[in-house]
């Protein structure tokens, strides 16, 4: 018997006026004895996923009307935290005290305690729901009474304890996987067992090894995966052009990072006899290859998206699928799903085609050579006989990122470190880079294309999957306005918050000292987009429908959206499909947004390690920096260079005394009254570098206060999050 979850919480939200047991539950929904046993089941899916929470006496309700909330913990280094909760209402702040035995990720169940002044709620955890890890990375120490491993993690603030029979033979100081046993209160710490001896810290590839680990991503495919590739065909075969557009004779080409070893979005562009443009944005037909529910599709949905890490990818798909059969490489006959749009010379598009083609790409270009090519008109061997084409692409790509910010689009440019490595894994250079024309073309082509599916799909009114923003919160943005006050900067809330004025505030940003800091915070300030088959539009792009199509190789929302077109064309979207979509697409999307925030934080962390391995043996030496943030025992400085960040306490400032002027957000000199705020440039000079607890410690250099400073960006690839 199929028992229907939004029976159960409709019945919990108006006919049941308190908390039932059970067998309540089932007698006044009149759930019959042989399908009691499927009832039950989902009960107790239900509780395990939050939806309703079991109350005393085993009684079983509402979150909210018991006056709790189901949500994440995201905890601070203090011991405190914050639970984000799922209903997307304000945050509740947790104090040390009553985290019980929630760890940083958990999702939890929180009693409202009381309403604090400002922003937050405050509340008590009653209850894990799900752990956000079963394993965790710390370093083995052997101690006088008991060993125990310290966690990597801060947010962990408890020691790890191991029994003698579970320390599968580490030594003091090595790094090692632990298996937690016990998870005791936070302020008694839990017990573990090491599963997996790492190594010194000091061996050379062990930092992004720890990683890897810490963030439980994956170093190889399983078994039934690599079956499942050795039935693939590694060439084309002449039937399946049958249905398809047959582009072959085009001249469709690819544009990547010049490392890039996955191709799976090929571009080309031909002028109509009427004068319009006609686009065609070209993505690997990954879906013809990785079938619904075969090993392939569950591992890839497992982990959602690739990761780029400073040394490595670690591939959504297997190499062989992403890096060889799928990927656009040149003159290799390809299976791609295409989009291709008519659009006037003012960019307005007035007709599309979305259908399944076979391409031969022409060239394998990089942004860099494309954009030697638009700076001096330079040729590279690649290029040559496409001139013509990037041209006429050059143009309309302004053309719709005119149009782009005029409807009032967000377009940040954060700086971006590189680390170049050499073949033993050490840091040989790091660098901000730039962010090209080049780069701004794909970008612009693969927006346009992404949205073009989404509002064809929404015409269409049928299940789906949408890459949607949020508008942020009213006290965030409060928040913000007032931090950009104590800058001297002025952005008024009120009314309705549009991306247009938003925009607006950026526009008087462009060449401030305080740019690309004012930038990052208003960042932070917004919500995350994420995966839903709810669409509510895109905030920060100003797009009522958008969806993410043009990345299948490396992202599973992608590969799921070009399933999905599929069976739209070809009649397949029956009311059985329907129903099974409309539960497992909730599901879908949230897997997939936790999974692209984790790699989000997994690729930062990546870089964060090996900027301070740079500034190991770089003590004594000085850098321009920009101050990025203040806390009562100092201020935090980025460097321009390398875009570290390191601390500069206030006990080293021995000029004068200096008080913190919270509100204000910065420190003055009590005789002096020498100001240090947020935005300066400063110089300063490396004192301290502690790998192991991922710190950098700064002095002031020279006079440096207030002082511009020039800065090198080299060309490189920027995020290939498109």
């Given amino acids: 018997m199929n028992i229907d979850q939004e029976k159960i919480l409709e019945f919990l939200s108006g006919e049941a006026d308190r908390p039932l047991k059970l067998r309540e539950i089932a007698r006044k929904m009149e759930i019959p004895d042989e399908g009691y046993g499927s009832f039950r089941r989902k009960i107790r899916s239900m509780l395990r996923d939050g939806l309703i929470v079991k109350i005393k006496r085993g009684k079983i309700g509402l979150p909210a009307k018991a006056n709790l909330v189901v949500g994440r913990l995201v905890s601070g280094r203090n011991g405190y935290g914050f639970v984000v909760p799922e209903d997307k209402s304000e945050d509740i702040y947790i104090r040390g005290e009553n985290m019980a035995s929630a760890f940083h990720g958990d999702k939890v169940v929180v009693r409202i305690l009381r309403t604090r002044r400002g922003p937050a709620r405050e509340g008590s ?34 020691d790890i304890y191991i029994a003698s029979d579970n320390s599968k033979g580490a030594s003091n100081g090595q790094k090692v996987v632990v298996s937690l046993l016990e998870w005791a209160d936070v302020n008694m710490g839990s017990e573990g067992k090491v599963i997996e001896v790492l190594g ?96 392939l599709d569950m591992e890839a949905l497992k982990r959602g998206t690739s990761v780029y890490l400073v040394d490595r990818v670690i591939p959504m798909l297997p190499e062989r699928l992403s890096n060889n059969i799928c990927s656009l490489k ?58 013509s084409d990037l041209e006429k692409m050059r143009k309309l790509s302004r053309k719709l990122l005119e149009k782009r910010l005029a409807r009032g689009s967000l377009d940040f440019d954060l700086p971006e470190a590189h680390v170049v490595l050499a073949k033993d894994g050490r840091v040989q250079d790091i660098f901000e880079v730039a962010r090209l ?38 006290d965030k943005m409060e928040a913000f306005s007032d ?194 705020k947020l935005g300066d440039q400063i110089k300063v000079q490396v004192v301290r570098v502690d790998k192991e607890q991922k710190e950098v410690d700064f002095v002031l250099a020279g006079r440096g206060h207030g002082t511009s400073f020039r800065t090198r960006k080299k060309r490189r690839p920027k995020s290939r999050r498109k």
């Avoid at 955890?125 to 993690?153: C, N, S, W």
């Avoid at 307005?348 to 954009?371: H, M, P, T, W």
């Avoid at 990025?628 to 021995?654: H, I, N, Q, T, Y």
């Fill in 200 to 295: 010194y810290p000091d061996e050379p590839g062990m930092d992004i090894l720890t990683l890897i680990k810490e963030f439980g991503l994956p170093l190889s495919f399983p078994e039934e995966v690599e079956e499942e590739l050795d039935d693939l065909p590694e060439r084309v075969e002449k039937k399946e052009f049958q249905g398809r557009l047959d582009l072959r004779h085009k001249n469709c080409f690819t544009i990547d990072p010049v490392d890039a070893k996955d191709h799976d979005d090929a571009v080309s562009l031909e002028i109509k006899p009427n004068g319009n443009y006609l686009l065609g944005v070209h993505i690997a037909d990954v879906s013809f290859y990785v079938k619904e529910n075969s090993a």
């Fill in 483 to 676: 931090f950009v006050s104590t800058l001297g900067y002025s952005f008024k809330v009120s009314g309705k918050i549009r991306p247009k004025k938003i925009q607006r505030f950026l526009k008087s940003l462009e060449g401030k000292p305080e740019e690309s800091l004012i930038n990052e915070i208003l960042l932070r300030s917004l919500k995350k987009a994420c995966y839903d088959p709810e669409n509510i539009g895109h905030f920060g792009l100003a797009f009522s429908h958008y969806t993410h199509f043009t990345s299948p190789i490396r992202r599973y929302p992608d590969l799921l959206v070009h399933r999905l077109l599929k069976e739209l064309q070809e009649g397949e979207y029956t009311f059985k499909r329907q129903s099974m979509l409309v539960r497992r697409l909730p599901k879908i999307g949230e897997i997939t947004s936790e999974r692209e925030r984790s790699a989000e934080e997994a690729e930062r962390e990546s870089i964060k390690i090996k900027q301070i391995e740079f500034l190991q043996d770089k003590l004594g030496e000085e850098y321009e920096g920009l101050i990025s943030g203040m806390v009562p025992f100092g201020f935090f400085v980025r460097l321009k260079s390398l875009l570290a960040e390191g601390l500069v306490r206030v006990s080293s400032l021995d000029d004068d005394y200096y008080l913190f002027d919270e509100r204000a957000k910065r420190w003055v000199g009590r005789r002096t009254k020498k100001i240090y």
């Fill in 125 to 158: 955890v009653i209850k894990i729901l799900k752990r956000a890890k079963q394993t965790l990375v710390g370093t083995y120490h052997k101690g006088k009474f008991f060993d125990y491993v310290e966690p990597d993690d801060r947010k962990i603030p408890k």
């Fill in 437 to 474: 024309e080049s780069h701004r073309l794909i970008e612009e082509f693969m927006l346009i294309a992404n949205r073009t599916v989404a509002e064809h799909v929404i015409r269409l009114s049928v299940p789906f999957l949408f890459r949607v923003h949020e508008e942020p919160d009213r």
């Fill in 330 to 387: 040149p003159n290799r006959i390809r299976l791609t799903f295409s989009v291709i749009m008519e659009l006037t010379p003012q960019g307005e598009r007035v007709g599309y085609q979305i259908k399944e083609s076979v391409i031969k790409s022409k060239a394998k270009l990089n942004y860099d050579e494309v954009q030697k090519f638009f700076d001096g008109g330079h040729a590279s061997k690649n290029i040559k006989g496409l001139e």
